[in-house]
């Protein structure tokens, strides 16, 4: 449990119901935790450590009858419309991503020709790309959306069930949490400039994908999370560690002995970027604060 951080210790004597009560006020304020059993006792553990004193607090508080009011979650674990309009541009991205996807299995080429970074060439006798230089040139012309779209671009079910998975888990507390605005700078932001590095390093190499975003994404609730303790998006550790074991062993290469390739640089571009980005809005705070 190193990624785990005792707040709490209950005699298993105490009334099972109000320390359940306590737990369902925690999750609905925003504070991820998790309750164990140890012989004869039950820990209360956070999974960051300026959450500690802040939980033993809220337990005072609990126990004089004085927490605050938080509005408890709707009733409906499933899809819920009303999301949609609290999480627009979560819903839009992924939304996209299906139309990219669905234009791949379909070889639906107009699509595939206005997301792809590269200008695509199709004839009768199959798909070629364009020289970079031409590409470029289309971009520097007016195609600027070519810089974010490929990240739409999906070419298997693990490759846009992986991306999406992680995207909608982090997407959704973020644009809950900083705002739409704010969900929809970061994702294009971190779409352009995995996209570039990938396209100036592989320039030759049809690309696309949402994780440059996704790891940029990683990258910024993790970075955010140590440098602003009010940040209340959940960003499990172990997650982040197993993403940047998969991105180095990306590098070396053995992807291709599958058959099939990865854009490493889009994610090596999205996660220093999501750093970058992270530092940029929440260490001028970490300073200041100190």
């Not at 971009?139 to 990240?151: D, K, M």
Request: charged fraction near 10%; glycine fraction near 8%; proline fraction near 4%.
């Amino acid at each position: 449990m190193s990624d785990l951080h005792e707040a709490l210790i209950f005699e298993k004597s105490l009334d099972g119901q109000a320390i359940q009560h306590f737990v369902q006020y925690l999750q609905r304020a925003g504070f991820p935790h998790r309750l164990a059993e140890q012989g004869d006792k039950l820990v209360l553990y956070v999974y960051h450590p300026d959450h500690i004193e802040v939980v033993r607090s809220l337990f005072q508080r609990f126990a004089d009858d004085d927490l605050p009011i938080i509005e408890a979650p709707p009733a409906s674990v499933g899809f819920n419309p009303v999301n949609i309009l609290k999480t627009p541009v979560c819903f839009a991205v992924v939304l996209l991503c299906v139309a990219g996807f669905a234009a791949y299995l379909w070889s639906f080429w107009p699509l595939l020709q206005l997301f792809s970074f590269q200008v695509m060439q199709v004839t009768p006798a199959g798909v070629t790309l364009a020289p970079a230089s031409e590409s470029l040139a289309n971009i520097l012309h007016g195609q600027v959306w070519r810089l974010i779209t490929p990240a739409f671009l999906h070419f298997s079910w693990a490759h846009i069930g992986f991306n999406l998975a992680i995207f909608w888990f982090l997407a959704q507390q973020l644009e809950k949490f900083e705002g739409s605005l704010s969900l929809l700078s970061e994702v294009t932001l971190l779409a352009i400039l995995s996209n570039v590095l990938q396209f100036y390093l592989k320039p030759d190499g049809l690309f696309g994908g949402l994780s440059g975003v996704v790891y940029g994404l990683m990258a910024y609730c993790w970075l955010a999370g140590k440098l602003n303790s009010e940040f209340k998006v959940f960003m499990p550790a172990g997650l982040l560690v197993v993403s940047v074991v998969m991105m180095v062993i990306g590098f070396t290469g053995v992807s291709n002995v599958f058959g099939f390739g990865i854009a490493n640089w889009a994610h090596l571009g999205g996660f220093l970027a999501g750093l970058l980005l992270a530092f940029v809005r929440y260490g001028r705070l970490r300073q200041v604060s100190q």
